[in-house]
């Protein structure tokens, strides 16, 4: 992994949260919808310590990792070839109110 290749990036294709790491493959070409694209793949990873659900911290309730989920993301176009930045965010289990919880990113 080379950091300031891929906080250049993260910062050229928006993307500025510190939360993010990019994997050891973060970027290769793959084909997507027939298009030859440019494909970045990162993971958000964070601790939470409050359910944005019920409220209650994880003093109270326990709140435990609960796998993670992949997102696609359309970035900018690079070089005219699409761009997209596959993110795998972690996901969390409340046990006080029973619920999944997302990382709170503001990508979609
Ligand atoms: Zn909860």
């Keep these: 992994m080379s950091?300031?290749?891929s906080n250049n990036?993260?910062?050229?294709s928006g993307i500025t949260d510190e939360n993010i790491s990019?994997?050891?493959t973060w970027c290769e070409k793959q084909v997507i919808k027939g298009f030859s694209s440019i494909c970045?793949?990162?993971?958000?990873?964070y601790t939470t310590s409050r359910c944005s659900n019920c409220?209650?911290?994880s003093e109270t309730v326990k709140i435990i990792k609960y796998g993670t989920k992949l997102s696609r993301i359309t970035l900018?176009?690079?070089a005219?070839?699409?761009t997209y930045l596959f993110l795998k965010k972690q996901r969390f289990y409340c046990e006080g109110c029973?619920?999944?919880l997302l990382s709170p990113h503001h990508l979609h």
């Design 40 to 45: 970045y793949y990162g993971t958000l990873t």
């Design 9 to 12: 990036i993260a910062n050229s």
């Design 80 to 82: 005219n070839l699409p």
């Design 55 to 57: 409220g209650f911290t």
């Design 98 to 100: 029973h619920t999944t």
């Design 3 to 5: 950091a300031i290749t």
């Design 76 to 78: 900018t176009k690079s």
């Design 22 to 24: 990019f994997s050891k």
